[in-house]
Nanobody, 124 residues
Framework: QVQPVESGGGLVQTGGSLRLSCAIS????????MGWFRQAPGKAREFVAA????????YYGDSVKGRFTIFRDYTRNTVDLQMNSLKPEDTAVYYC?????????????????WGQGTQVTVSS
C-alpha cells in the first residue's frame, strides 16, 4: 500500500473540534513531508498543513494558523490533524498526500500518493 488513507471526518458545530488521521505507508521511502489539503465545492484544492520529516517542522496555511495542529503519531503510524475552533468555511473534503519532491511546502504539484479524502462539515 502506497496511498495514504484518511479518516476522522464528520459533522461538527461551529466552534467544535475534529481530529483527522492519515495512515501512512512504509513504502513511501521518497517522502520528505506529509501534507493535508482541502477542497470545498467549486473551489480549488488548498494547502492546510504539512509536516516535514527532517526536523519535524510543521507548516500551516494562513486560514488555519492557531486553530489546527499537525503532528505525527508514531504508535499508530499516522499524521494527524487536530482541528479546533472550526468554522463553516472549514467545510471541505480533506486529503493527505506525501511530498516526494522538494520546493514550496504548499505546492500541490510536489505531492504524490493522494488519499481518497474525508469529508468535514461544520454547521453554523
Amino acid at each position: 500500500q502506497v496511498q495514504p488513507v484518511e479518516s476522522g471526518g464528520g459533522l461538527v458545530q461551529t466552534g467544535g473540534s475534529l481530529r483527522l488521521s492519515c495512515a501512512i505507508s512504509q513504502d513511501t521511502l521518497s517522502t520528505n513531508a506529509m501534507g493535508w489539503f482541502r477542497q470545498a465545492p467549486g473551489k480549488a484544492r488548498e494547502f492546510v498543513a504539512a509536516l516535514v520529516w527532517s526536523g519535524g517542522v510543521p507548516y500551516y496555511g494562513d486560514s488555519v494558523k492557531g486553530r489546527f495542529t499537525i503532528f505525527r503519531d508514531y504508535t499508530r503510524n499516522t499524521v494527524d490533524l487536530q482541528m479546533n475552533s472550526l468554522k463553516p468555511e472549514d467545510t471541505a473534503v480533506y486529503y493527505c498526500a506525501a511530498r516526494i519532491r522538494y520546493g514550496s511546502i504548499d505546492d500541490l504539484s510536489l505531492y504524490s500518493h493522494w488519499g481518497q479524502g474525508t469529508q468535514v462539515t461544520v454547521s453554523s
